[in-house]
């Protein structure tokens, strides 16, 4: 036997709409209620009563909360009782549809006309429409023309329920507008359930039999079924259980169709007993043995993708739809028989979370499957599981190929830390790696997200061990690496001081320090860096020299300020008498600093008037002395400095001493010793004096 479904069938968009509305509302934990039926489906009706959505029929028994109003609509007098109750939140979820056919009835009747409206004067769509249309409306049910003639006014107009049989209307239109040609016709028939119904009929004309599915309230549903019954034997169920085993005899080819509140769970429930189930066999057994079997599983239809019915085994993994979602469980459409079970205690449930708090209809879901058609022909199928599984796979590829994973803080524990892994594995930080730095309190970290590595597992004793240190080591790895390479000679990068040393600084630049050599660290002469710098200082250095395969790299504090021998002749002149610091003292002479990291010399000559034997005599290091300027090489960076000049010359070195130092100097040994020798050695004497003179004048 083949079985087809009808290209269109089941939940129109605005049944849809308005259940998801609900089902959405009641989520948030608003009490949630209709006045009368969302649709009419008895089992969608208990789908909903199991979320927490019902329905009233009485205005007064509306509990306080949140009223839907439903797809059909309702009259202008309930819409304004609904919105003069304070504690009720109105939400209108009326077809747009239909809404569009009601402002149009409204509008003719404002305008002074007749309404007609071709329908079910009980169903609750054409009850609200009278409203809307005003006292003068008139409601012809079908097949009601025939039997006699109507009351018309001069203006008229006729509309129908938006879920009429298009033909019948058609064919009223045209009888009314022969015997009433000012009667004005709008067709309002709804183009979904003109889809379903011209797809129905063109099935129906191929098959030896159409299954129609819906509820016997479902307006729309007993119309398909009309359209079906004019062309072929045709029988209206509510489910599989309702299909008798003798409609089947004979017929080798079945249609299926179902109305637009019709579920499709409840479409796919008759294709598949009709294919797989007993009827096929029994119905080839007892009344049709010679009956070809037919293999073919195949459904021409749009919303169930024209899939194959699919067997699965347990431990396959399988990615299904959720179909619904109750407190117990998710049905999963996995393209199986029927539609697979995933039990509450099959999901990892955080905390109070409910399974309509993870799952909604229509969701991917990737389930295993641990029961292939149990007893009760169902599958059963775990998220838990899978996810578990799946979770410590990641956890062995982690640890094989050393990729960091990420995690919660769970717990603070005396010796570490634990970490939720999620899927209800949980993993262990000891203290010792949980930071590069010696942390005395973990509490600090609670409920933070850390990135990890695997350093241990052991499946079988649900063991794992992480360490969050050596992802903070290889990510300081990395960052020293981007720094190396990122680093040019000559530029000028801002670090801070991480370490003084007697020979020098240590700057981090960027996950790496490099070594400012105490040569480099001022200008000035510096005997240590701490002289001018500080720990946790962020300075301004220039890069020397990078020597990547060593980490190393040389900077300059000193050469990223400018050099003050650039200025020096603005700021020094020669003869100029400043003051300055005594640096270093040598054997020649002193280094006195007269600008910062600018150092002249006071030659050993030029420190006093006397003769002076080692500068040591008459100076100190750290001294402050006057010197005054006697010359400057900038391209030599060479001052020449004299504190002697820098003095006014002593009062009592008169002229007169001068004389007398002449004179001292004019003095032979011949005067002073002259009467202590003979006159021939006083003569010699005198001529050696003037021989030395002599000498001396040619030297
Ligand atoms: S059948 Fe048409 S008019 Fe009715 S609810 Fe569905 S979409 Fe709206």
């Not at 398909?224 to 085993?245: F, K, P």
């Not at 179902?258 to 499709?264: D, I, L, M, Q, V």
């Not at 991917?364 to 838990?384: F, G, I, M, Y």
């Not at 695997?454 to 499946?459: D, F, G, H, S």
Request: proline share 3%; aromatic share 6%.
């Amino acid at each position: 036997m083949e079985v087809v479904l009808a290209e269109s069938a089941g939940f129109c968009k605005g049944v849809e709409d308005a259940i998801k509305i609900a089902l959405e509302n009641a989520s948030l934990g608003k009490t949630v209620s209709t006045l009368g039926p969302l649709v009419h489906n008895e089992e969608v009706i208990a789908y909903l009563g199991r979320n927490k959505v019902k329905f009233y029929d009485n205005l007064a028994d509306i509990p306080e909360g949140t009223i839907i109003i439903r797809t059909h609509g309702v009259g202008p007098a309930v819409l304004s009782e609904l919105y003069k109750r304070e504690d009720l939140e109105v939400i209108d979820a009326t077809c747009p549809h239909v809404k569009k056919v009601q402002e149009l009835v409204r509008n003719y009747a404002d305008s002074g006309y007749q309404v007609v409206i071709y329908g079910d004067i009980k169903h609750p769509e054409v009850k609200a429409l009278m409203e809307w249309a005003g006292p003068q409306t008139l409601v012809i049910s079908p097949g009601e023309v025939e039997h006699g003639h109507l009351e018309l006014s001069e203006k008229a107009v006729l509309i129908s329920q938006t879920t009429q049989q298009e033909n019948s209307y058609a064919s009223l239109a045209k009888i009314l507008e022969a015997e009433y040609p000012h009667l004005v016709v709008h067709s309002t028939i709804c183009k979904a359930a003109a889809k379903r119904q011209l797809a129905a009929s063109k099935l129906a004309n191929t098959v030896d039999l159409m299954l129609v599915v819906g509820d016997k309230k479902s307006s729309n549903t007993h119309k398909l079924t009309q359209v079906c019954r004019e062309i072929t034997q045709t029988y209206q169920v509510a489910g599989a259980h309702d299909i008798a085993r003798e409609w089947l005899v004979g017929a080798k080819t079945v249609g299926v169709t179902a109305g637009a509140s019709t579920p499709h769970w409840k479409i796919k429930e008759v294709m598949v007993m009709m294919e797989n189930g007993s009827f096929e066999e029994k119905a080839a057994e007892e009344f049709s043995p010679s009956q070809e079997e037919h293999n073919q599983e195949e459904v021409s239809q749009e919303e169930l993708g024209q899939e194959e019915i699919k067997e699965y085994m347990p431990g396959d993994v399988v990615t299904g739809k959720v179909v619904l979602v109750d407190e117990e469980q998710v049905l999963v459409d996995i393209g199986a028989k029927s539609e697979a079970v995933l039990p509450r205690k099959e999901v990892y449930l955080e905390g109070d979370n409910t399974l309509d708090e993870i799952f909604s209809r229509g969701d991917s879901v990737d389930v295993l499957v641990l029961k292939a058609n149990d007893q009760e022909d169902r599958t059963v199928v775990s998220q838990k599981r899978l996810e578990r599984e799946r979770r410590w796979k990641e956890l062995e590829d982690a640890l094989e190929d050393t990729s960091n994973l990420s995690g919660n803080v769970k717990e603070v524990v005396p010796a570490g830390i634990i970490i939720d892994l999620k899927s209800g594995i949980e993993g262990f930080m000891p203290g010792s790696l949980v930071d590069l730095r010696y942390i005395p309190d973990f509490q600090e970290f609670l409920g933070q997200e850390f990135s990890f590595k695997v350093v241990e597992l052991n499946r079988e004793r649900d063991k794992v061990i992480l360490s969050r240190k050596q992802a903070l080591e290889e990510e300081q790895e990395q960052h020293k690496q981007e720094t190396i390479n990122n680093l040019t000679e000559g530029q000028i990068i801002s670090g801070v001081i991480k370490r003084l040393t007697d020979f020098g600084a240590f700057v981090d630049v960027g996950g790496i320090d490099g070594l400012v050599h105490i040569s480099e660290v001022s200008w000035q002469r510096v005997g240590h860096p701490r002289e001018i710098l500080k720990v946790g200082e962020e300075v301004q250095v220039k890069v020397l020299e990078i020597i990547p395969e060593r980490e190393r790299i040389s900077l300059s504090i000193r050469q990223a300020q400018p050099d003050p021998w650039s200025q020096i002749e603005e700021r020094l002149q020669v003869g100029a008498v400043v003051e300055g610091k005594v640096t270093r003292i040598v054997n020649f002479g002193a280094f006195v600093e007269i600008i910062p990291g600018v150092e002249g010399l006071v030659h050993i000559s030029q420190m006093a008037d006397f003769h002076v034997k080692h500068p040591s005599e008459v100076l100190q290091e750290g001294e402050e002395v006057e010197v005054k300027i006697l010359d400057i090489n900038k391209e030599g960076k060479r001052i020449s400095l004299s504190i002697k000049e820098a003095r006014p010359a002593p009062k009592d070195y008169s002229a007169s001493a001068q004389q007398k130092d002449q004179e001292t100097q004019n003095v032979t040994l011949g005067d002073i010793f002259g009467d202590l020798f003979p006159n021939n050695v006083k003569n010699e004497l005198q001529d050696a004096e003037d021989e030395e003179d002599d000498n001396g004048k040619n030297e």
